[in-house]
């Protein structure tokens, strides 16, 4: 058996916390405290990606934050201490969809994420406004069914890079 270094594990958590505040708040200089500037996003085939670099990342979030109202959740987390998996949903209130997915990332020694790949629960079909493995029980396993209400410190955030993002 392995032993985990829990720093490190704390480390990488917050990291991956950190990415998600960010996508929310739709801020890129969250975004800079988080992702390595060599960082790259996978996606499935068909769902666009790669995305290169911390800022073509940002990009991409921020235009779904401004575009299709976009909030993220983390509904679970596992992290050994050197790379971290998530299962999380992707609410898009402004068209009245969502996609349920998880996520790998891996780190640098200083704890910024590097690489992040993400599989979705079904193949991305955009005539389904809910994206998400057939028959899984989600309402009784506590899953988010519904956008969260974002906590009023990264509501104000959201505002305010969104209309520094040319955004009213």
């Known amino acids: 058996m392995t032993t985990v270094d ?18 929310n708040a739709a801020s890129r200089e969250m975004f800079a405290q988080v992702l ?25 979030w921020i235009g779904f934050v401004r575009t299709k109202g976009s909030q993220w959740t983390i509904d ?25 997915g998880s996520e790998w990332y891996e780190f640098d020694a200083s704890g910024m994420i590097t690489h992040i790949w993400a599989h979705y629960a079904s193949p991305r ?25 974002l906590d009023p410190e990264t509501a104000a955030l959201r505002r305010a890079n969104l209309e520094r993002e040319g955004q009213p």
């Open 76 to 100: 679970r987390m596992a992290c050994d201490g050197e790379q971290l998996a998530v299962e999380w949903t992707h609410f898009k209130p402004l068209v009245g969809e969502h996609v349920r």
């Open 36 to 60: 390595a500037p060599e960082c790259i996003h996978y996606f499935p085939p068909g769902t666009g990606g790669p995305y290169l670099g911390r800022d073509a990342i940002a990009d991409l």
């Open 6 to 23: 829990e720093t490190r594990r704390a480390q990488c958590m917050r990291a991956v916390h950190g990415y998600f505040r960010a996508c």
């Open 125 to 149: 079909d955009a005539s389904r406004p809910r994206n998400e493995l057939e028959g899984f029980p989600y309402d009784e396993r506590d899953y988010p069914i519904g956008p969260p209400a």
